[in-house]
């Protein structure tokens, strides 16, 4: 006689992520042998982690044809989240992920890699120096995401747009005085256009965190702020420069109405990343804040709409 499938409060963590880890994966195969043989597993198992979680969620995952499995409908909801905790799971695991203030942080130093990001309240913005950065949210606000939105039109230069692909969330639009073209130069960033930004030595569960603020922008269609420590090769010189940085992300839409995210770059060493050291502020590199004249901005604004 089997034993009785244990409840969700007897259940032990290693257990439960092994389920999961189990349904994600016959879930990409949709081959119990090929399944069995991606988790070093055996039939048995599997199909017993599969019977445990589908009685835990009180619905079938999977329907089988012709020995064939499918997922069900219930199935295809509880995937994405399936995926997520796992990589949420692996990237904490490596204490490369945590929450400061109910805000989401990463950190990794690996292979050369320096990076640190923590999200910060959006209602910092309206008390910060950057006027750039102020005026920027607000034409956000004005424009409803319209990317081609005359009340973004004098913030435009200074952004950077992506665009969800197959292959993660690839960069398509560099503004000419964003910090990113004024860093790398117009050359660089022109040759960096279609790549994905989550390739990173790091790992595929942190480049999949990183993208995973992109999705959050893109579904909930809102902004997010986050400051960022990290080190780059300067503009024409091989050596890596630690440099710091804030990040205001946009939700946008293109004409079409197909999604974006937008992003502004400001450069400071005034970022607020409690993981990081003395030294490491002090080993920062000063760089020079994108320029940007409201009074100038708006006026070439007003000049080029139409009367």
């Known amino acids: 006689m089997n034993a009785p499938t244990p409840n969700l409060s007897e259940l032990n963590q290693p257990l439960l992520f092994e389920m999961i880890r189990s349904f994600t994966t016959l879930a990409d195969t949709l081959n119990l042998s090929h399944a069995v043989a991606k988790l070093n597993s055996t039939r048995q198992t599997v199909r017993r982690h599969i019977s445990q979680l589908e009685e835990l969620r009180g619905e079938e995952l999977f329907r089988t044809r012709d020995r064939r499995y499918e997922l069900t409908e219930a199935g295809e909801a509880a995937l994405p989240e399936a995926r997520e905790l796992l990589m ?18 990463l950190q990794a130093e690996v292979d050369g890699l320096v990076f640190y990001q923590q999200q910060q309240p959006m209602g910092d913005i309206w008390q910060d120096e950057s006027v750039l950065l102020r005026e920027t949210y607000r034409a956000w606000v004005m424009s409803a995401g319209e990317i081609e939105s005359p009340h973004l039109s004098h913030v435009r230069p200074y952004l950077m747009v992506y665009r969800n692909s197959d292959s993660g969330w690839i960069v398509v639009e560099f503004g000419q005085q964003s910090a990113y073209v004024d860093w790398f130069g117009v050359d660089y960033a022109r040759s960096s256009i279609g790549r994905p930004i989550a390739r990173l030595p790091a790992g595929e569960e942190f480049g999949r965190m990183l993208d995973q603020s992109f999705l959050d922008i893109e579904t909930t269609q809102t902004a997010r702020l986050d400051h960022v420590y ?8 091989p050596s ?11 939700a946008g839409f293109f004409p079409d109405r197909s999604p974006a995210v937008m992003t502004l770059v400001v450069p400071t060493i005034n970022v607020n990343i409690a993981a990081l050291e003395e030294a490491q502020r002090a080993a920062m590199t000063k760089i020079k804040q994108p320029d940007f004249d409201l009074a100038e901005a708006k006026f070439e604004k007003m000049a080029a709409m139409p009367t």
């Not at 440099?243 to 946009?250: E, F, T």
């Open 230 to 237: 990290t080190r780059m090769p300067a503009r024409d010189n």
């Open 240 to 250: 890596q420069a630690t440099m710091a940085y804030q990040r205001l992300m946009m």
């Open 88 to 105: 949420h799971a692996k990237v904490w695991s490596r204490g490369q992920t945590g929450m400061r203030g109910s805000l989401q942080y």
